[in-house]
C-alpha cells in the first residue's frame, strides 16, 4: 500500500531536518534559488488565470503545481523548513546554528531566484518596458500596494493582521510538506500536498516567498512601495508568522500528537526519484525536501 504510518512520518520529518541542516551552502543557495523561481512562476501563472477567468479560486486551484514541482525536485522553501529543522533540533540531530544558517542560505537564494524571474518577467509583460497596458502589470501593482501600504496604513493593527494572516499560511504549507510524506507514490504524493496549498492561497493568506516575487515585482512596474515598506509592514513580519505557524502548529503539534508512534532511524518513504548527494547517500524526494 501507499500510505506511510504517522509515526513513520514523524521519523521521516525529523531525518529530513537534519538533512536539510547539514545541506551545503552552495547547495542551500541553488535549491534556494530555484524554489523561488518556481514558485515565482506557479504565482504568475495563478494570477493569469485569475485574470482571464475574473475566479480567484481557478488561480488557487493551479497554484499548487509550483509546490509539488519543488518537492519532487527536492529543492528548497524556507517555509517548509520552518517544520522541519526545529524537530531535528529538540531530537538533537541538529544545531540551532546550523537551524539558523540554512534558512539563512535559503533565504538568500529565495530573493536572488525571485529577483531574477521577476526582472524577466516584467520585461516580458511590458515588452520590453515599452507597454504598460497589460493587465498583469496593474495586477501585480496593486497586490503590491495592497500586500505593504494597506498594513501600513492600520498601524500596530496592521502588523497584527499580517502576522496572523502568516501563521495561518504557514500552518498550512507546511502541512502539505508532510501530507507529502504520507504516501509511497509520486501521484499520492501530488494529490497529498495539493490540497493545504490550495487552501492558504485561495484565502489571500501570507506567504514570505510568494512575497519575496510579488512586492519586489509591483515595484519594479511603478508601485507606490518602498523599501521599508516591503520589509517592515510585510516581509519581516510575514517570516515570523510563517515561521510561527510551522513550527508550533505542524512541527511541535504533531511530534506531541505521535511521538509515542515514533518510529527512530525512520527514513522517508522512497518513491522512484531519489536523489543521490555527493557521498553516496540516497535520500527520498520527501526525505530531504521543503
Known sequence: MDYVKPGEVLGSM???????????????????????AI??????????????????IVGAVIFPVGFVMIVLLGLELVTGSFALIPLAVM?????????????????????????VYAVLYGLTITKM????????????????????????????SGLALVTIKAVLCNWMVTLGVVMAMTSKSTAGKIAAMWLPILIFFAQGFEHAVVNMFVIPAGMMLGADVSMADWWLWNQIPVLIGNFLGGVVFTGLMLYVAQKGSLRRGAKAPVTGAEMAEPDGRALSVAGERL
Open 129 to 156: 518596458g515599452t507597454d504598460l497596458s497589460q493587465p498583469l502589470v496593474q495586477m501585480l501593482i496593486q497586490t503590491s500596494e495592497a500586500k505593504t501600504l494597506a498594513y501600513k496604513q492600520m498601524g500596530g
Open 39 to 56: 514558485l515565482a512562476f506557479a504565482t504568475t501563472l495563478a494570477f493569469t488565470a485569475t485574470q482571464q477567468t475574473s475566479l480567484g
Open 91 to 115: 531530537e538533537r540531530q541538529a544545531s540551532p546554528g546550523r537551524m539558523l544558517s540554512s534558512f539563512g542560505w535559503v533565504i538568500l537564494g529565495h530573493l536572488i531566484g525571485c529577483a
Open 14 to 36: 525529523i531525518e529530513t531536518g537534519k538533512n536539510k541542516a547539514n545541506l551545503s551552502i552552495l547547495q542551500l543557495l541553488v535549491k534556494g534559488f530555484l524554489g523561488g
